[in-house]
């Protein structure tokens, strides 16, 4: 198991990439603060068959990025604990599709309040513990459209690219505290995002540029995480990994 004996903090952790990021985690015996913005009975449910089947310890935390006092709740409750956070994984976001004359200021302040202001006071946060113990993982997931310039996307797509370069730089402040921080970049993926936000000629359109002709899988975006959180990639750090089939 690649995170026995580790304490990861899985933003976003109730669909999607974050939900298969949590099983996997689980299944590689890490004790995980599993944030999500609606705690429910269905949550917690799947919260205990995990625990059940792996026998690590799953704590549910609520956290709305676009909330300031749930964000402060959600790190309280967190470092309340007193346990050492090793791994951070930043995956909570939302995207917003309109082309750049129609993308209103407040809707752009509005993006960037959730994926990337909202993240760095919560990532500043998480960082006293690992600091406090000199050792720590942060994965960030950005996008490929910060990269690609897909039509639509200038909103997101900003913030994306905001993530990656926050955590080039963080690489470097907190490699001395032995500290390793990386970007992920998934391509187009199948969560209930990409069925939400994208029509069916444009994930055909995607699929036919892609050198593997296919959308990712979630859990594949999840095994890069897991990779990154592992002492498996200590070597590794300042990095953007593009995870997109060969775009």
Request: hydrophobic share 40%; charged share 25%; net charge positive.
């Amino acid at each position: 198991m690649l995170l026995k004996g580790k304490t990861a903090v899985i933003t976003g952790s109730n669909k999607g990439i974050g939900l298969k990021t949590l099983e996997i985690f689980s299944e590689n015996g890490a004790t995980i603060f599993a944030c999500a913005r609606n705690i429910n009975v269905e949550f917690n449910d799947l919260i205990k068959n995990l625990e059940n089947k792996f026998k690590n310890k799953i704590i549910p935390i609520k956290l709305d990025l676009s909330n300031e006092s749930s964000i402060k709740d959600a790190c309280n409750n967190i470092l309340n604990t007193k346990i050492n956070i090793d791994i951070l994984v930043n995956n909570a976001a939302t995207i917003h599709t309109a082309l750049f004359q129609m993308t209103s200021l407040k809707k752009l302040k509005e993006i960037f309040e959730i994926n990337f202001f909202s993240q760095t006071t919560f990532t500043q946060f998480i960082l006293k513990s690992m600091i406090k113990n000199k050792k720590g993982s942060i994965v960030y997931i950005s996008s490929s459209s910060a990269m690609d310039g897909n039509e639509g996307r200038s909103a997101y797509a900003s913030t994306k690219s905001a993530i990656i370069s926050q955590a080039k730089v963080l690489s470097r402040e907190l490699g001395p505290h032995n500290i390793r921080v990386n970007s992920i970049s998934p391509g187009l993926t199948d969560t209930d995002m990409m069925k939400e936000n994208h029509k069916k000629e444009k994930i055909d359109e995607v699929i036919s540029r892609t050198s593997l002709r296919r959308v990712a899988k979630a859990t594949e975006i999840a095994n890069i995480i897991l990779l990154l959180s592992s002492d498996l990639t200590s070597y590794i750090t300042g990095q953007n990994i593009r995870v997109d089939g060969g775009m």
